[in-house]
């Protein structure tokens, strides 16, 4: 087919003479010019595109990295859906009109102290109305209000005809976002234990609340740890199980820890942990350190210190991580344990570029994998979960104007997130107990260790928010590595999941999903508790006395067919306890049965638990 448009390379005017042509000129033509092929506007100059991206960016910052647009565009979807919906509009007026009739009659009955029942059943886990103060007139009143309207929203979100399921789940947060504000329990004013104990304590109460924040500000302004983290000293009291760095990069060091019996399992452990947080909830004051308790059972533990990035640190991308992260550590093991297969063991992000790793050396036929731990780590994000669920264009658009102008994404930009997803247990509950009840919540080392938090370089959060949360690449064969697909069907190693029954993060749901993708024996464990505490979970002292913890387990061998979570969940049994045990059976099970005597320590470049720990 011939080319119907002009080259690019043919002139539309005639060129200039040369400035040396003396000869004859031919007189100018009348005719009007041809007229010229259309061409595009030019290029946007640079400037201008580098100030939108700045303002974009400043605005950033004013909503803590939350997309306005986005924000508009999931409120704006669901009611333009709902107004296409007037039986639901129907239904939802019927709806309020019957639950104010009760709340009426409720009202009358509290206020004549006479029996009554509520207008609507508590949700479970919620605690703000427990206390026997909101059990009087009218602060029983102002409670039955407030959960029927969070019961009503929940209603008007739910079964909007043509509105995507996650839209629902978006407006539906926000609503109970904003509803979580306006509880009668998050507004002083309001709140019968604020009465109580003022009048009780005569006002003290309110002066210790005073103090509280003037220390808590004046600790955000120094960007020192909250009040009571000083008992919890990296090196003193947590992270301080015996050991000494071994490798060093500009990414990670690698910790060894000193062995603590006469012979170790051959097959060394080496732990990933999330480059979120610092590696130390792994290894938090002795009777809650995981890696205490495994260098206790025989083994030979390793775990990747991640240094906290800044600034200058802006483009490494996640591959960088993989390469200078996962494999590096695994390299410096091979090392110290020369001729053993190694037991990997992710947890949360580090689980994440574990199984990336993991997948490229089985595609690249690298088998010094022993086995593969995930724990509390996705590998399929298609339900990622409350933390991902404004993650769209727009929202990782404002994130990345945000980061290009700070080159990460700072801590305190994480935290907000985090505390979003249970506001009314870190925020407003928070918030009325010391600043009005004049009451400090006991500092634990777990607490202390969620305040000691990391960066995150620009590209490698945008690459990971993009490819995996956004795209879902890793799960449906897109991921690619070197320039080459990789699939997590190829690993070989057997696996061994952990997912926790109340994790906001990584819904358990999701974590499971291992199942369907690998093609090798896979081990899951479903714990009580949430993403961190769930985790660190302890054998109990007492065998006899769990505490109420518990967790189910369940293998799939590779030829059998597979069970979707809630099949899994009914039928996999519940053993009082912790986990570790059944991960500690499972380890010494794929495990040499012969014990060696410890290998030595190498070069020991600092004595644990390192230098990049300490960085602020």
């Known amino acids: 087919m011939p080319d119907t448009h002009p080259p690019a390379a043919i002139a539309q005017t005639a060129p200039p003479a040369p400035a040396n042509d003396t000869g004859p000129r031919a007189p100018a ?18 400037g201008l595109a580098t100030f939108d991206r700045a303002v974009r960016a400043a605005e950033a910052r004013l909503t803590h ?36 009739t009760r709340l009426a009659l409720y009202a009358g009955r509290a206020a004549m102290g006479l029996e009554r ?45 043509g509105l995507p399921p996650r839209r629902a789940e978006q407006v539906r947060f926000l609503a109970h976002q904003a509803l979580d ?40 302004l120094t960007h020192r740890p909250p009040a009571g983290a000083e008992a919890f000293v990296v090196g003193r009291d947590v992270a301080a199980t015996p050991g000494a760095v071994v490798y060093r990069n500009h990414f990670i060091e690698v910790i060894r820890y000193a062995p603590q019996t006469p012979d170790v399992y051959a097959e060394p452990v080496l732990i990933i942990p999330a480059w979120i947080m610092k590696y130390y909830i792994l290894d938090l004051s002795p009777e809650n350190s995981l ?57 949360c992000l580090g689980g994440t570029i574990l199984a990336i790793a993991a997948a490229t050396m089985a595609r690249d036929g690298d088998t010094r994998l022993a086995s593969l731990t995930l724990i509390a780590a996705q590998t399929d994000f298609a339900q990622a979960g409350e933390l991902m669920l404004f993650v769209d264009e ?13 080159g990460y994404l700072d801590t305190t930009q994480m935290a907000g997130a985090f505390q979003a997803l249970r506001s009314n247990d870190l925020v407003w509950s ?52 070197d320039g080459c697909v ?32 690998a093609k090798t024996p896979v081990t899951f464990a479903l714990t009580t508790g949430g993403h961190n505490v769930g985790i660190v979970n302890p054998p109990p002292a007492d065998p006899a006395d769990a505490g109420g913890r518990s967790y189910r387990l369940g293998a799939r061998e590779t030829c059998d067919p597979y069970r979707d979570p809630e099949s899994w969940a009914a039928q996999a049994p519940r053993f009082a306890g912790s986990w570790w045990t059944a991960w500690g059976d499972w380890l010494a099970a794929h495990s040499s049965p012969e014990r060696v005597t410890p290998p030595p320590m190498g070069p020991v470049l600092a004595a644990a638990p390192g230098t990049y720990v300490f960085q602020r």
Not at 29 to 46: D, K, L, V
Not at 119 to 138: I, L, Y
Request: aromatic fraction near 8%; hydrophobic fraction near 45%.
């Open 29 to 46: 033509s009348t005719t009007a010019p041809a007229p010229s092929a259309p061409t595009s506007p030019p290029p946007r100059p640079a």
């Open 181 to 220: 504000v306006l509880s009668p329990s998050a507004i002083p004013a309001l709140n019968p234990t604020v009465w109580r104990r003022t009048i009780e304590e005569g006002g003290a109460n309110l002066v210790r609340g005073a103090a509280n924040v003037v220390d808590d500000l004046e600790r955000a």
């Open 430 to 481: 928070k918030r009325i107990r010391d600043y009005w009840l004049g009451e400090r919540e006991p500092m634990s080392d777990l607490m202390a260790w969620n305040a000691d938090q990391t960066r995150m370089p620009a590209k490698m959060h945008a690459q990971y928010l993009r490819g995996l949360f956004l795209e879902n690449r890793l799960s449906t064969g897109r991921f690619a590595v």
């Open 291 to 347: 890696v205490r308790w495994l260098v206790a059972r025989g083994h030979t533990v390793f775990v990747v210190s991640w240094r906290n990035p800044d600034a200058e640190d802006r483009d490494f991308g996640l591959d960088d991580y993989r390469r200078l992260g996962v494999m590096a550590a695994l390299d410096a093991v091979t090392a110290a344990c020369p001729g053993e297969k190694i037991h990997a063991c992710g947890y």
């Open 117 to 161: 029942t509520p207008v609507t059943p508590d949700t479970p886990g919620d605690h703000r109305f427990a206390e026997d103060d909101w059990q009087r007139f009218p602060f029983d009143v102002m409670a039955e209000t407030a959960k029927a309207a969070e019961a009503w929203w929940t209603e008007a979100t739910t079964d909007v005809h």
């Open 486 to 517: 990789i699939s997590l069907g190829d690993i070989r190693a057997p696996i061994f999941a952990v997912g926790t029954e109340k994790d906001h993060i990584a819904p358990w749901r999701s974590v499971y999903k291992i199942a369907l993708t």
């Open 394 to 406: 727009s929202q990782l658009a404002t994130l990345e104007d945000l980061m290009w102008s700070q």
């Open 65 to 100: 990295g939350v997309s306005p647009i986005a924000l508009a565009g999931a409120i704006g979807d669901w009611a333009a859906h709902l107004a296409r919906s007037p039986g639901k509009q129907i239904d939802l007026a019927a709806r309020a009109w019957a639950d104010a």
